[in-house]
């Protein structure tokens, strides 16, 4: 009788969790490390920019990285960023990101990269575009600048010039459509949509975060913690390369 009593009992217990399992809230899924634990507003920000898809950050955040930590790699695609005005977009490529390349990065108005002279080019490894606008000319130098190997450098009063082609690129948007959508443009890009701007003190904090480091807590961040999960750029390159031969 004690046994059969137990066996009921039991059974009881197994139906009780079973019914507690069924109308419990799921647990969350862990999350890769999302930007340096000293850096929340600058977290929020960029997690914004990305739409609030935490899996679109983390593909920025390794584009960031993967030149970081291999001077000299160009990756095969631009970073294009849409998004209104006061989302924080210059606040974190030209203000936190910029300064992680020092003197090998550049911010371009929109107008001086539709320019005939690409002077700014030389020697760079990163180049923040504010404001570009769509042209058949300026077409032409985009794609020649993402997917060449080599760039022909132009200056005013100067002869031209050949380099090696280190350049990778982020191009800043305050409207949807400034590039034609198009499967030329979805493989030269990672588009990333931005969330309709923050309270303004998520901005003043990250501003702060800067200031007090915030530049090489990033730059050790995806240096030495994000994990890259097996990207590089020669599986990018690999990745991309039938449209490469297209180009």
């Known amino acids: 009788m004690k046994k059969i009593t137990t066996n009921i009992i039991g059974k009881i217990r197994n139906l009780v969790d079973a019914i507690t399992n069924a109308f419990a809230a799921p647990r969350a899924t862990s999350l890769p490390p999302f930007g340096p634990a000293s850096m929340p507003y600058t977290n929020a920000v960029l997690l914004n920019l990305c739409g609030n898809d935490h899996g679109r950050a983390l593909e920025v955040m390794r584009w960031l990285a993967s030149p970081l930590r291999t001077a000299g790699e160009k990756l095969p695609q631009a970073l294009w960023v849409r998004g209104e005005q006061g989302t924080g977009k210059s606040l974190f490529f030209n203000e936190l990101i910029g300064p992680l390349y020092g003197a090998a990065a ?47 450098i132009e200056r005013k009063g100067h002869a031209a010039s050949i380099e090696r082609n280190k350049l ?51 730059l050790q961040f995806l240096v030495e913690q994000l994990d890259m999960g097996g990207v590089s750029t020669a599986s990018m390159q690999a990745a991309l390369a039938p449209q490469f031969k297209e180009a």
């Not at 588009?191 to 090489?216: H, T």
């Open 106 to 152: 550049a911010t371009i108005p929109g107008q001086v990269f539709n320019g005939w002279f690409n002077g700014w080019a030389s020697g760079k490894r990163l180049a923040v575009v504010d404001g570009f606008e769509y042209g058949f000319e300026s077409m032409h130098r985009l794609k020649s600048l993402i997917t060449a190997n080599h760039l022909h």
């Open 168 to 218: 990778n690129i982020v191009f800043l948007s305050g409207q949807p459509d400034v590039l034609p959508m198009s499967g030329d443009t979805t493989r030269r890009f990672m588009i990333i949509d931005s969330g309709p701007a923050l309270a303004s003190e998520y901005y003043a904090g990250m501003a702060e975060e800067i200031r007090q480091g915030g530049v090489q807590a990033y």
